[in-house]
């Protein structure tokens, strides 16, 4: 019984990680009581647990995930959606419209058209169906201002942080409301554009250096400087 | 054959580039150059220059090629008609379409493809020079690309040839080398599990050269291997840089 690394060490796949009694978590896999790691991460030990956190990897649907989406098509009684996933999503009229729905009478294209974006929650998933979603529920619904920003999907605990630690402290630096999409997406809405350029600066620095420690204090230093030079841009249009 | 050609190995047993019979070419290796790709790689052997750029999982067109219990792994390997001396005309070839087979059915082991059915990965090799062994660094790039797409793999692949000039045993062998020598063995190894998914033979060994040409190329593998997991790492480790 061993362990090949320490933690949070860098490992590519193929790479043993343990040996013994282990349990195979995320991105690992057991062959002959030997753990390998399957993706590009960082290992992590956790009592008779192995895992890999991926630094990149594909968004695949969760039961109860919110995602962000794109409308690529407008069927009869539905919508497919792209969810940045392997699969498309459907959404179906009858959970976007409350009153009964006649396909002659309403037009769907009125209500969402192709290319609009909606945040909606996932409400079925299995290996032979593609998942379905629903917009219901509060806050869900067609997205109508803000800017989207695409990361990669294994770093959206990363920009959450620790018990949300990290997106309410750039919540409340940039003053702009946050919309994390489970499959890589972020909604971005603030007062100014300035506001919204600041938290995507935030959220790319997230993902480019998610995998090196002290992040939260050298995102909220990276702010307050980017937060200086705007206003010293704005100092200087003033004069000129 | 080879008497009528000059010498493949001169007096001091150096080969044509200098290098000794059990010698690698350079090898320098890239990750992450295409940023449209989900995951790319590019590799320099020798005067070998292969782009490799993968696409997916992903939703499978034409649909009806999508299998209900895996995966579908798509591969194109293919010259640019500037990749050799003559040029070479953009359409597959039929050496090409055989070479696409043979790259993916030794790349599908090393992939789990039952994690996602109804999906597809589309793999696209381009050989921008070519200067013999292109199948082996195509699978050594194209392994890599795959790792760089996130997608989850048992191994990484790592591929070598060995062959036979001027009746010596002899690792990696280069343009002429492979088209005067007398035999060519390229082999694909996932060296973790100590599995090979490419074993081929060209020409005419012995049972003992055979198994000497097989050790040898494995061992090149490996040598690969090392700078496979080297390049890979690079991509992250580099950021780390930039900040301090």
Known sequence: ???????????????????????????????????????????????????????????????????????????????????????????????????????????????????????????????????????????????????????????????????????????????????????????ITGKTLENEQLAIMAIQKIENESHISGLTDRIAQAIKKEKAKQKEEVKNESKT | MSQKHEKLIDKKGLRLDGRKPEELRSVQIEVGILPNADGSAYIQQGKNKILAGVYGPRELHPKHLALPDRTVLRCRYHMAPFSVQERKSP??????????????????????????????????????QADGGTRCASITAASLALADAGIPMQDLVAACAAGKIDDIVVLDLMDTEDKIGSADVPVALMPNLNAITLLQMDGILTFEEFEKAVNLALEGCRKIHAMQKEALKTKYVNVKEVEE
């Open chain 2, 91 to 128: 359409a597959p070839s039929r050496r090409e379409i055989e070479l696409s087979k043979v790259i993916r059915e030794s790349l599908e082991p090393s992939i789990f493809l039952e994690y996602y059915p109804r999906t597809g990965i589309d793999l696209f090799i381009e050989v921008l």
């Open chain 1, 1 to 187: 019984m061993s362990t090949f690394f320490e933690k949070r060490q860098l490992v590519t796949p193929g790479d043993m990680l343990a040996e013994g009694t282990y349990v195979a978590g995320e991105n690992t896999y057991k062959k002959d009581d030997k753990i390998y790691a399957s993706r590009l991460g960082l290992v992590e030990y956790k009592d008779k647990m192995v895992n890999v956190v991926a630094l990149k990897a594909f968004y695949i649907p969760k039961l109860g995930d919110t995602v962000i989406g794109v409308i690529v098509e407008v069927g009869f009684n539905g919508w497919t959606v792209d969810i940045h996933s392997p699969y498309l999503a459907v959404l179906r009229a009858s959970e976007v419209l409350s009153r009964p729905f006649r396909p002659q009478e309403n037009d769907l294209s009125k209500v969402l058209n192709a290319g609009d974006l909606v945040i909606a929650k996932i409400i079925a998933y299995d290996r032979s169906h593609d998942p379905r979603l629903t917009v219901g529920e509060p806050g869900l619904g067609k997205i109508t201002r803000g800017q989207i920003v695409k990361i990669t999907p294994t770093k959206i605990p990363r920009v959450i942080g620790r018990n949300g630690s990290m997106v309410s402290m750039i919540k409340q630096e940039t003053g702009s409301h946050i919309i994390l999409g489970q499959n890589g997406l972020v909604l």
